[in-house]
């Protein structure tokens, strides 16, 4: 009896391949070159992946409000209500105190500029401030035995009559309520100083009213002409006093109201 080994035509080894098992077939899906439509499936899996992962962080944030009852709700309401006003009425306060330091800048402004005014005013009245504005320039003519202190004297009262503002007088002395003039060898002092002829009187007020009143029937030129002198008044539309004095302590005089 023959082998039935022996008379097999196609005899079979004992170590027969196994047919591939699903993990064999995966790694030879992933390690081959995917189709088109894979990849559409594998892009479409991704973006559902990200929606469901971005639903869940969105469920988490509001999972402190859905076991809440509708008491509760409605208390979280009226306290982000009752915030929101708190927040309003301190940014209406901050506004307010803004617009009161900015009115009260603005009155410390006006109060300094108004002061700064006044100061001046008075600086250029009492003669510690320099002066420029429109006037006239008068020159007196005449020798020192003719023209002296009579004649200046009329005329410096003559000018203030007529409105002037600011005096000076041979760019060297301001002239001023307290002014005093003297006669002297040579010329006239005024208020210490010796001044010679020519005498030059600059005078800061209105052009014409200041040479009016100079020049009227028994005025200044008259007098002046009448000791063998002579007076020219130069209308100016700017007239430049620098000279000024040093301010001087009252002695008996102190503000009303004070002891």
């Given at each position: 009896?023959?082998?039935?080994?022996?008379?097999?035509?196609?005899?079979?080894?004992?170590?027969?391949?196994?047919?591939?098992?699903?993990?064999?077939?995966?790694?030879?899906?992933?390690?081959?070159?995917?189709?088109?439509?894979?990849?559409?499936?594998?892009?479409?899996?991704?973006?559902?992946?990200?929606?469901?992962?971005?639903?869940?962080?969105?469920?988490?944030?509001?999972?402190?409000?859905?076991?809440?009852?509708?008491?509760?709700?409605?208390?979280?309401?009226?306290?982000?209500?009752?915030?929101?006003?708190?927040?309003?009425?301190?940014?209406?306060?901050?506004?307010?105190?803004?617009?009161?330091?900015?009115?009260?800048?603005?009155?410390?402004?006006?109060?300094?500029?108004?002061?700064?005014?006044?100061?001046?005013?008075?600086?250029?009245?009492?003669?510690?401030?320099?002066?420029?504005?429109?006037?006239v320039r008068i020159t007196v003519r005449g020798s020192a035995a003719s023209v002296g202190t009579n004649q200046l004297l009329n005329g410096l009262e003559e000018l203030r009559d007529a409105g002037a503002e600011v005096i000076e007088m041979n760019?060297?002395?301001?002239?001023?309520?307290?002014?005093?003039?003297?006669?002297?060898?040579?010329?006239?002092?005024?208020?210490?100083?010796?001044?010679?002829?020519?005498?030059?009187?600059?005078?800061?007020?209105?052009?014409?009213?200041?040479?009016?009143?100079?020049?009227?029937?028994?005025?200044?030129?008259?007098?002046?002409?009448?000791?063998?002198?002579?007076?020219?008044?130069?209308?100016?539309?700017?007239?430049?006093?620098?000279?000024?004095?040093?301010?001087?302590?009252?002695?008996?005089?102190?503000?009303?109201?004070?002891?």
């Amino acid at each position: 009896m023959s082998d039935p080994m022996m008379n097999d035509p196609t005899p079979k080894s004992r170590d027969t391949e196994r047919a591939p098992d699903g993990r064999s077939r995966l790694l030879a899906a992933l390690q081959s070159t995917g189709s088109r439509g894979q990849v559409m499936v594998a892009v479409l899996l991704a973006v559902l992946g990200f929606a469901a992962v971005t639903q869940v962080h969105a469920n988490g944030r509001d999972d402190a409000y859905v076991g809440a009852r509708q008491g509760d709700l409605i208390q979280y309401i009226n306290n982000l209500s009752l915030a929101s006003q708190r927040t309003e009425s301190e940014i209406t306060k901050l506004q307010q105190t803004r617009d009161s330091l900015r009115n009260d800048a603005q009155s410390r402004r006006t109060a300094v500029e108004r002061a700064r005014q006044q100061a001046n005013a008075l600086g250029i009245l009492a003669g510690t401030e320099p002066a420029v504005g429109p006037g006239v320039r008068i020159t007196v003519r005449g020798s020192a035995a003719s023209v002296g202190t009579n004649q200046l004297l009329n005329g410096l009262e003559e000018l203030r009559d007529a409105g002037a503002e600011v005096i000076e007088m041979n760019d060297k002395v301001r002239v001023v309520a307290q002014t005093s003039l003297s006669d002297a060898s040579g010329g006239v002092r005024v208020d210490g100083q010796l001044l010679r002829p020519p005498f030059v009187i600059d005078a800061i007020g209105d052009p014409h009213t200041l040479s009016t009143a100079m020049d009227f029937t028994g005025g200044f030129i008259s007098e002046v002409r009448d000791v063998g002198g002579k007076v020219s008044v130069e209308k100016r539309d700017r007239v430049e006093i620098v000279s000024v004095r040093n301010p001087s302590a009252p002695t008996y005089a102190k503000p009303a109201g004070t002891r």
